[in-house]
Nanobody, 122 residues
């Protein structure tokens, strides 16, 4: 199982960025997927999740209305479109495969990617 996140970078506050996560080594269409982030000195925190077939999406309160999670099953990709970015969104962003439990809990996920750094300047 491999998850490769990409698309991070430096962006000004108010700007937008789209992250991608390429999945391999498992039947992608069979799993819900999620994005988490970890800021320096902080715990890894839930950002968003998308269920099988994109039937449902879930967001943390801090990103609701600004971020959009989506998946492309044929391409085996999970996206995180981030709009109206704030300095507090600065973090390393990780995608992961959901294996059961609560969507907002890191313990419910397996096979974390290496992460991609997003830096939002004020």
């Amino acid at each position: 199982v491999q998850l490769q996140a990409s698309g991070g970078g430096l962006v000004q506050a108010g700007g937008s960025l789209t992250l991608s996560c390429a999945a391999s080594g498992f039947v992608f269409s069979h799993y819900d997927m999620g994005w988490f982030r970890q800021a320096p000195g902080k715990e890894r925190a839930f950002v968003a999740a998308v269920t099988i077939g994109s039937a449902n999406t879930y967001y943390s309160d801090s990103v609701k209305g600004r971020f959009i999670i989506a998946r492309d099953v044929p391409k085996r990709l999970v996206y995180l479109q981030m709009n109206s970015l704030k300095p507090e969104d600065t973090a390393v962003y990780y995608c992961a495969r959901f294996t059961g439990g609560r969507y907002f809990s890191p313990q419910s996920y397996h096979a974390w990617g290496q992460g991609t750094l997003v830096t939002v300047s004020s």
